[in-house]
């Protein structure tokens, strides 16, 4: 496997992606705390160990969570991805959380697209040289699978690029879980946070969506409001896609798993049974192609009948849409052509 994976990134051009001395970040996921469908570490270090080769210098790298778990700031961040094997000894590469302690470190990328003028990623990212976009290809509730394009958009923003991806609503306050203990808004920036008999509350009008609230509430007290329908969501997350890949325009190249694919996002604190076999790796300078190839591929194949695949189970029937019926995965493959991120069309070259 570790041959195969060097021959597949020799093969896709990094080499004339990373150079000499230069601070590459590899984006991946980490993993909530109980899940396992993750990319495994032995395999990340294979990559790292060809970026080492071209003398690049890698770092992993993820950004914090805008939900309430165990990635939702740089401690806890960290401390899951050693838990998972993420460490020196079996990486051979540190990890640096992107947008800092608490998701608040970030760069504002002018994008100009129809939902933003600018978007916020972490700022590690935008200061690294060059980019290896690391996705463990699978389902995902909103947008049908995650691959590189939402590694990317939703993987790369900061807690307040999240934010404005998923809601145009601020957060809420449950008052049942509320003890008035004051820390949210002692770090809110803009004062939206009062007592209201006794417990706090978040003034909407003034909220500026940067979810600080979210991770330092005590009791979780602090709720999201998931209400973008998914067609919206896609086009978000695609131009803050459009936004890193805009910064590092011809320093990025991304890497597909097709193993283990799970049903749902990696950030859940469980993995249920692959909805269809493993397939393989998959490697491209082309984000929009390489997502495109990899649904391609898991479509083709025969589903798990005792999965938490319901329908589409016969070879070459939308297994994204037996999963999620109401989600159109393909949006986001539309609009990242739209804004010229890639290109849908590609061509398949195996490699052995």
Same mark, same amino acid.
């Given at each position: ?10 093969? !896709? ?9 230069? =601070? ?53 961040? $960290? ?16 990890? +640096? ?22 978007? =916020?990623?972490?700022?590690? +990212? ?45 957060? !809420? +306050? ?46 979780? /007290? ?21 936004? $890193? ?37 998959? /490697? ?10 990899? !649904? ?12 938490? =695949? ?25 609009? !990242? ?16």
């Amino acid at each position: 496997m570790s041959d195969k994976i060097s021959a597949l990134l020799h093969k !896709a051009g990094i080499a004339s992606i990373i150079r000499r001395n230069e =601070l590459t970040a590899v984006k991946v996921h980490f993993g909530e705390k109980g899940n396992t469908a993750f990319i495994r570490p032995i395999f990340l270090r294979d990559i790292i160990n060809f970026i080492n080769g071209l003398g690049g210098k890698p770092f992993l790298t993820d950004t914090n969570t805008l939900y309430r778990g165990e990635r939702s700031e740089a401690v806890s961040h $960290v401390a899951i991805a050693l838990l998972h094997g993420f460490n020196f000894t079996a990486v051979a590469a540190p990890v +640096i959380i992107a947008d800092g302690l608490r998701g608040t470190d970030e760069t504002s990328i002018s994008i100009q697209a129809k939902h933003f003028s600018g978007v =916020l990623i972490g700022s590690a +990212i935008i200061n690294a040289d060059s980019l290896v976009c690391v996705s463990h290809f699978k389902g995902h509730e909103l947008s049908g699978f995650g691959g590189a394009l939402k590694n990317l958009g939703m993987g790369c923003a900061s807690r307040e690029g999240k934010m404005k991806q998923h809601t145009d609503i601020s957060p !809420a +306050i449950e008052r049942n879980d509320c003890t008035g203990c004051g820390r949210c808004m002692e770090q809110c920036p803009v004062q939206a946070i009062a007592y209201v008999r006794k417990k706090a509350a978040i003034n909407a009008g003034i909220c500026i969506g940067c979810a600080k609230c979210i991770t330092v509430c005590p009791q979780g /007290a602090v709720k999201i409001s998931w209400d973008e329908n998914n067609r919206l969501f896609q086009e978000k997350m695609v131009e803050y896609a459009l936004g $890193v890949v805009q910064n590092k325009k011809n320093k990025l190249i991304f890497v597909n798993f097709l193993t283990d694919i799970s049903p749902q996002c990696d950030c859940y604190g469980h993995a249920d049974q692959s909805i269809v076999p493993d397939i393989g790796i998959l /490697a491209s300078t082309d984000p929009v192609a390489i997502d495109q190839a990899s !649904a391609d591929l898991v479509n083709a194949q025969q589903g798990a009948m005792h999965s938490a =695949l319901m329908k589409h189970h016969k070879p070459h029937q939308d297994k994204f849409r037996g999963l999620y019926p109401s989600v159109d995965w393909e949006v986001q493959l539309d609009y !990242a052509e739209k804004l010229r991120i890639g290109a849908r069309r590609y061509t398949l070259i195996r490699v052995s």
